[in-house]
């Protein structure tokens, strides 16, 4: 009995020293433990400005994020002078003088999300999934452009360039009309939402005759609207004290009626009227080559430049866009050296396939990695401000703001099947099909069956407005508010 109890007692002793030794979480020896990797530590953008302050108003365009605004659109009943003509009742919505289901026979590539518009026009050809009739909007209603400029305020974009085409303001007096109210729709909207505006002259339509008229058009803004002492306009983009200009288009060598020379008669113009200068130019402005003049004297324009914005839709996608990054970079040490500000375009993605049927590909976007792709780097690189490509370009498929779902989308089916032909660059409409010949470049397809385009649309499971929300996201990044990262943001619910 003895030592059956000295054996009961060991035995205890035993298993209190092994349950000593265990817990919930084996005990690992300090001497073996391996170290504890420290949590990443978040990098923020360190910005180089005074971020803006909401109300005050915009002396540089460092420390913001704008957009291209078209502000084109316009429709029967809207009251533009372009509703008078039937081939032109459409304006921006048309090919080919219609508005209707078929490439080449409108001109957009995506549909505009109309349940936030006060006004709405309905073509009639454009059936939605549901069976109703599709809609879309004039710019030259009010109700119109204030929404936008609302949604600029909503999400964080710091305002917009008013796109204004010389081709369709000189010697054209719908187009005056039209974009003339639009820009005095776009005025009120600025001073209401207290968004940043500028005008921007693309130089499509310009010529050397045009030079006097496009300077008068540009002095009848500033006495319109008082930009330089801005009591009418408080919230108008300025730049080293002055109200600034844009010209989109100088540069570029693809065969424009203007040289280098007609494009500084309309700098120094523009400077004597007041205003500083922001230019567009090529891709490869620096290097002088591919789309851009050889000629030194564009050097010499950008050198007495304010700001300069290199265009890039189309020239690169999201699996190249990593080749681009050290011509970015080199951009902005080359502007540097030379003070010279530089915007950085970013874009969401671009198709301009019912205009253009023969580029026969779509606008995939990455659920939004591609347009972060881009803010983040050009961020990453040093830029001080992004120009984003553009607010409501649906045209060519690279607008921003609220568009319909993929699924959503009205058809593009004609109800009559045609014959679309192109020849040697130029396409027709046609009952039957062309034949080719030997030799010419082009080719005759049915529309629908042989060729057949879509509307696009922001992608299925996401908010029509992820790309506004998205690009108010890279201005926080920019202004250093969130980390410097690569990976795209969490939207909270």
């Known amino acids: 009995m003895q030592f059956k109890h000295r054996y009961k007692w060991a035995l205890t002793g035993v298993l209190l020293l092994i349950l000593s030794c265990r817990s919930d979480e084996e005990v690992i020896p300090e001497a073996i433990k391996p170290p504890e990797t420290p949590p990443l530590e978040e990098v923020f953008n360190v910005p180089g400005f005074e971020p803006h302050e909401e109300g005050q108003p915009f002396d540089t365009y460092r420390g913001l994020v704008m957009a291209g605004y078209q502000g084109w659109f316009c429709a029967p009943g809207s009251g533009c002078s372009h509703s008078e003509h039937t081939n032109t009742e459409w304006y921006h919505y048309r090919e080919s003088d219609m508005f209707a289901p078929g490439p080449r026979r409108n001109s957009i590539d995506m549909w505009p999300d109309m349940r936030e518009y006060e006004v709405k026009y309905t073509p009639g050809d454009f059936i939605l999934p549901n069976g109703e009739k599709a809609q879309v909007y004039s710019n030259y209603d009010r109700s119109t452009v204030m929404l936008h400029f609302r949604w600029m305020k909503e999400y964080g974009i710091d305002g917009a360039f008013m796109q204004r085409f010389v081709g369709e303001v000189i010697d054209n007096p719908d187009g005056k009309d039209h974009f003339d109210t639009v820009l005095g729709h776009a005025m009120e909207a600025s001073n209401t939402h207290e968004r940043a505006i500028c005008v921007m002259y693309d130089l499509g339509g310009f010529t050397p005759a045009r030079l006097g008229k496009t300077l008068a058009d540009a002095q009848a803004i500033m006495e319109t609207y008082r930009l330089k002492d801005r009591t009418k306009q408080k919230f108008y983009l300025h730049q080293n004290g002055k109200p600034l200009i844009t010209l989109w288009g100088v540069g570029f060598n693809d065969g424009r009626p203007y040289s280098l ?64 990054h050290a011509l970015i970079e080199n951009d902005i040490r080359w502007c540097e050296t030379n003070s010279v500000e530089y915007a950085p375009l970013c874009f969401p993605g671009s198709s301009d396939l019912n205009m253009h049927p023969h580029n026969n590909g779509r606008n995939d976007r990455y659920k939004g990695q591609f347009l972060w792709d881009q803010m983040y780097h050009g961020i990453k690189s040093g830029a001080q401000m992004l120009y ?106």
């Not at 004297?297 to 007495?304: D, N, S």
Request: proline fraction near 8%; aromatic fraction near 10%.
């Open 261 to 324: 020379s007609d494009v500084e008669s309309l700098i120094d113009g523009l400077r004597e009227t007041g205003y500083s200068i922001m230019l567009g130019v090529p891709t490869y402005w620096r290097e002088r080559r591919n789309d851009a003049l050889p000629d030194a004297k564009l050097h010499e324009l950008i050198r007495g430049a304010d700001v300069i914005m290199p265009w890039f839709v189309g020239r690169y996608g999201k699996s190249n866009f990593p080749d681009f």
């Open 388 to 493: 984003m490509a553009m607010f409501d370009e649906i045209d060519e498929g690279t607008a921003l703001y609220k568009t319909m779902n993929m699924s959503d989308v009205p058809s593009n089916e004609p109800e009559t099947p045609y014959y679309l032909t192109r020849r040697n660059g130029v396409y027709s409409i046609t009952p039957g099909r062309i034949t080719i010949p030997s030799g010419v470049d082009g080719w005759s397809k049915l529309v629908p069956g042989e060729l057949n385009i879509a509307f696009q649309g922001v992608e299925d499971g996401l908010p029509t407005d992820h790309y506004l929300w998205l690009t108010g996201q890279g201005r926080r990044m920019l202004r250093g508010e969130i980390p410097l990262k690569q990976t795209l943001p969490a939207r909270l619910p």
